[in-house]
Structures are given as C-alpha cells and as structure tokens.
T-cell receptor, first 114, second 115 residues
Framework: KQEVTQIPAALSVPEGENLVLNCSFTDSAIYNLQWFRQDPGKGLTSLLL?????REQTSGRLNASLDKSSGRSTLYIAASQPGDSATYLC?????????????FGTGTKLQVIP | DTAVSQTPKYLVTQMGNDKSIKCEQNLGHDTMYWYKQDSKKFLKIMFSYNNKELIINETVPNRFSPKSPDKAHLNLHINSLELGDSAVYFC??????????????FGEGSWLTVV
C-alpha cells in the first residue's frame, strides 16, 4: 500500500526566501507525481505534474523534481511571496486504477511573512 | 464560470438526517470523483464514476450513495448522518483515468458539520 508523507507539516518563512517542500512515497512504481496547492476554504489547484520518466518540471518560480529510486519529490519555490501562503499537497498516482488510486500526502502548510 | 462547482458550500445538520451534496462540471470530462478530507487534512477517495461505471472505495459505508444522472453531474447522498461524517467533501473531475498528462480538477469543497 502506497504511503505518502510530507515533512514538515507547517513552515513559516520570511518573504523573498527560497524554500523546498518535501514529499516521500513508499512505493516507487508510480505513473506520475503531482503537486497541488490548497487555499483556505478552496479546493485543490494543480501546480506541476511530473511523469515517471521525467526528472523535473518547472512553472514560473516553481520547480518540482522526482527521484523514483529514493521515493522522493521536492517542490522548490524561488523568491517566496505572501501570496504563496497555502497548503501544498503532493499526490502519487499508480500505473493502473486512475485517480481513484491516487494517494495524497497530508500537506505542508506554508506561511510567507511579509 | 467555475469548472467544477458543488453545492452547498456549508452544511450543518443533526445526526440521523439525510442530506445531499450536488456537483457539476462544465469541462466535458468523462470521469468524476468524490473525495473526503478529514480534520487532519487527509484526502481519501470515496467514489469515481466513469462512463456509467461506478467504482466504490470499499471502506466507504453504504450510507453514502453517489448518483450520476449524466456525465456532467455526480451527486452524493448521505443517509443517517453520524458525527464522524463531519468533514470537507470535494468533488473532482478528469478526462480519462490513466492517460498521461491529464490532470484532475477539484471543486471548492462542501463543509459538512454533523451535530
């Protein structure tokens, strides 16, 4: 059974700092790894999706990496801004079963202090 | 024009009542889902519905029943509500299930509180 862990559960940084969020998964047989953002009172918004054959994906100030062999993914946020404050979740999708088989982490709550 | 919309956003009800949460997506997707997020922020799949095929998470009590009148709608009906049903329920949709590059879109959640 896949287990996805995100440490730390909460993180507070000053504005402008570069930061890394961590995601660990126990079963390396994944189809893709996806990072989501959840704002208070809102649903999840997809940020980056990394296929199992890829090593990283970039979108603006965000860079996500994937190391299947070690069961780890990281989300790098450059020059953090107060608007980045949210909960970030990672999700591991297996080869079969679609999104009903996706395992979500419990998230890292990020606060960027002005 | 919200892609995945669910109603109501907030629902407070007494134990034993029956309630429904509605979900609609205007993305033309063929697969819809219901997820439950508990107080610890743990997100778990409850149901998915693809081309008239319902896939049920076997850990979900049979008091929960999804209903899909068409591909754009997947409603969640809950009978005999219990205190432990209090959670945030998210509807979501995607095109296909396992094809690469297809992401999943979430609604904004329905906060259910059972008192």
């Amino acid at each position: 059974k896949q287990e996805v862990t995100q440490i730390p559960a909460a993180l507070s940084v000053p504005e402008g700092e570069n930061l890394v969020l961590n995601c660990s998964f126990t079963d390396s047989a994944i189809y893709n790894l996806q990072w989501f953002r959840q704002d208070p009172g809102k649903g999840l918004t997809s940020l980056l999706l990394i296929q199992s054959s890829q090593r990283e994906q970039t979108s603006g100030r965000l860079n996500a990496s994937l190391d299947k062999s070690s069961g780890r993914s990281t989300l790098y946020i450059a020059a953090s801004q107060p608007g980045d404050s949210a909960t970030y979740l990672c999700a591991a999708k297996p080869y079969s079963g679609g999104y009903q088989k996706v395992t979500f982490g419990t998230g890292t709550k990020l606060q960027v202090i002005p | 024009d919200t892609a995945v919309s669910q109603t109501p956003k907030y629902l407070v009800t007494q134990m034993g009542n029956d309630k429904s949460i509605k979900c609609e997506q205007n993305l033309g997707h063929d697969t819809m889902y219901w997820y439950k997020q508990d107080s610890k922020k743990f997100l778990k799949i409850m149901f998915s519905y693809n081309n008239k095929e319902l896939i049920i998470n076997e850990t979900v009590p049979n008091r929960f029943s999804p209903k899909s009148p068409d591909k754009a709608h997947l409603n969640l009906h809950i009978n005999s509500l219990e205190l432990g049903d209090s959670a945030v329920y998210f509807c979501a949709s995607s095109q296909g299930q396992s094809t690469s590059g297809n992401t999943i879109y979430f609604g904004e959640g329905s906060w259910l509180t059972v008192v």
